[in-house]
């Protein structure tokens, strides 16, 4: 059911376990009270696809997902036709004597020949409503997003062999970027945009409690406390909230009840995934945020 308020949109969220602030649930439910699409940017691991996961379970709606990357093209993204059971399909009717052209060309574009991808299964009228994710568009090639701006714009996709397939139930569309490159305007037009920021220390406990509930709470605010100092490093990739959440498990599974210099160094490589950034950090920078976060979470 869809949420008829920004309090109902952020108790949506939390039934997802997701932790959401009052201006990301503004503008979801904007989205949704205006069937448009939502455009979320920010850094990698800061929560992003994971929204459009809470929102397809608690809207009741299959999820489709879009996953982009370089040389995308519109075979991978909305259709293609089966054209091993065309040629079947037109051997067979040369078998039974068709011969006219026209009557061979139109039972060959029929729609049973006609295989769905990401795009076209989300707007299917014969599927149930869906949650569209198309996930990371920065990754795919700029003149893809082209493709997308039909369907953006009016939910449904034109087949030039075929005829245009609408939506009977318009999906809930949600893009993602980590801003590798810029995304053409003409997509932002087409949505509403948010920006997903790392959490603020408060935030990201309460993240930790529903995603690790097995951190002992003094453990937990000592790592929201350092990583929350991590980022204010120059680093060439700082620890999302993926990251601390995997640490979280990490230190747990090693039994450890607070921050310990050598715990945490021989575990920065489930924190930082870059072999610099490890040994920018790993000693005695390490442990001097170890010894503020103590002392902030304390």
Not at 31 to 37: D, G, N
Not at 43 to 64: F, H, N, S, Y
């Amino acid at each position: 059911m869809q949420p008829g308020s920004v309090a109902d949109t952020l108790a949506l969220l939390e039934a997802g376990e997701y932790v959401a602030d009052t201006a990301l649930a503004t503008t979801i439910f904007l989205a949704l009270s205006m069937q448009r699409p939502l455009f979320l940017e920010g850094e990698p691991g800061t929560g992003k696809t994971e929204i459009a996961k809470v929102l397809a379970a608690g809207l009741g709606r299959r999820l489709v997902r879009l996953q982009c990357y370089d040389g995308l093209d519109l075979a991978g993204a909305a259709y293609e036709w089966d054209h091993a059971r065309q040629l079947m399909a037109i051997r067979i009717a040369e078998a039974a004597g068709a011969t006219e052209r026209t009557a061979l060309s139109s039972d060959i574009y029929a729609r049973e020949f006609l295989q769905s991808r990401p795009l076209l299964s989300a707007i299917d009228p014969d599927q149930p409503p869906a949650v569209l994710l198309i996930d990371e568009l920065d990754r795919a090639d700029e003149p893809f997003e082209a493709f997308l701006l039909e369907v953006l714009a009016d939910f449904q996709l034109t087949i030039p062999e075929y005829g245009t397939i609408r939506a009977a139930t318009p999906p809930v569309v949600v893009l993602t970027s980590n801003r590798t490159r810029e995304v053409h305007d003409a997509i932002r037009r087409r949505c509403l945009y948010h920006w997903v920021d790392y959490p603020d220390a408060k935030r990201e406990r309460l993240i930790l409690a529903r995603k690790a509930p097995g951190v002992a709470e003094k453990l937990s605010a000592e790592i929201v406390a350092f990583v929350q100092r991590l980022r204010g490093q120059d680093l060439f990739k700082l620890p999302g909230v993926a990251e601390t959440i995997d640490w979280a498990s990490a230190l747990n599974h090693l039994n450890q009840h607070e921050l310990a210099p050598a715990a945490v160094d021989e575990t920065l490589g489930v924190l930082l995934k870059y072999q610099d950034d490890i040994a920018k950090i790993k000693g005695a920078e390490a442990a001097r945020l170890i010894g503020e976060a103590r002392a902030a979470a304390a």
